[in-house]
């Protein structure tokens, strides 16, 4: 199972970004998939995931209303929309799977209940 994930970069507070991550192997459509991110010098946390089971979608309180994870399954990727981006927001976002399709929510947010992860892409946000 391979994770690529792209589309970081540099942009301006208040600006957009949209990250992409392609999965490949056996690890695809039946697999839950999460966005974490990782900043300078704090430990790595999430973002947002899907969870194919149900087709719902979580996010975590900080991006709540700003960012947007979607998939398309015919060409097994998922995507974060990130809007109105604050310096805050800037790290190495890491797409992650699952061999589940359906992990309970007490876990959603935790990095052990993904067992495939990409390499990360850097996204910076200037103020």
């Known amino acids: 199972v391979q994770l690529q994930a792209s589309g970081g970069g540099l942009v301006q507070a208040g600006g957009s970004l949209r990250l992409s991550c392609v999965v490949s192997?056996?690890?695809?459509?039946?697999?839950?998939l999460a966005w974490f991110r990782q900043a300078p010098g704090k430990e790595r946390e999430f973002v947002s995931t899907i969870r194919p089971s149900d087709g719902r979608m979580y996010v975590a309180d900080s991006v709540k209303g700003r960012f947007k994870i979607s998939r398309v399954r015919a060409e097994n990727t998922v995507y974060l929309q990130m809007d109105n981006l604050k310096p805050e927001d800037a790290a190495v976002y890491y797409c992650?799977?699952?061999?589940?399709?359906?992990?309970?929510?007490?876990?959603?947010?935790?990095?052990?209940?993904?067992?495939?992860w990409g390499q990360g892409t850097l996204v910076t946000v200037s103020s």
């Open positions: 192997g056996r690890a695809g459509r039946s697999s839950s």
């Open positions: 992650a799977a699952a061999e589940k399709s359906h992990i309970i929510l007490s876990a959603i947010r935790a990095e052990d209940s993904y067992d495939y």
